[in-house]
């Protein structure tokens, strides 16, 4: 494993230790099957990271951290361009 993709990992057991991978993904308004469907997991397995029952591990982590972290990312920009309109 890379050591791009193992701060993946890290980065996804993270967001699953603390609640904010659901967090993040209900305020972009996508669906637990959305997301499954995108990381190549099924529903179940990512409720149950979501909800810290187990860890995320392997390609699918780093799939989830990054799309998670491109979520962030995109919040960030809007409340920029939000804040610089009004």
Same mark, same amino acid.
Request: proline share 3%.
């Given at each position: 494993? =890379?050591? $791009? #993709?193992?701060? %993946? !990992? *890290? #980065? ?6 603390? %609640? =904010? ?6 305020? *972009?308004?996508? @669906?637990?099957?959305? +997301? #499954?469907? =995108?990381? %190549? +997991? @099924?529903?179940?397995?990512? @409720? ?5 029952? =187990? #860890?995320?591990? %392997?390609?699918?982590?780093v799939k989830w951290a990054e799309?998670?972290? *491109?979520? !962030? $990312?995109?919040?960030?920009?809007a409340a920029t361009e939000a *804040?610089?309109?009004?």
């Amino acid at each position: 494993m =890379t050591k $791009e #993709a193992l701060l %993946g !990992v *890290a #980065a996804a057991r993270r967001y699953a230790k603390d %609640g =904010t991978g659901r967090e993040i993904r209900k305020r *972009a308004r996508l @669906s637990m099957r959305e +997301v #499954a469907a =995108t990381i %190549g +997991v @099924s529903s179940p397995t990512l @409720s149950n990271w979501e909800i810290g029952l =187990t #860890a995320p591990h %392997g390609g699918p982590a780093v799939k989830w951290a990054e799309l998670l972290g *491109a979520l !962030v $990312e995109q919040e960030c920009i809007a409340a920029t361009e939000a *804040a610089k309109a009004a």
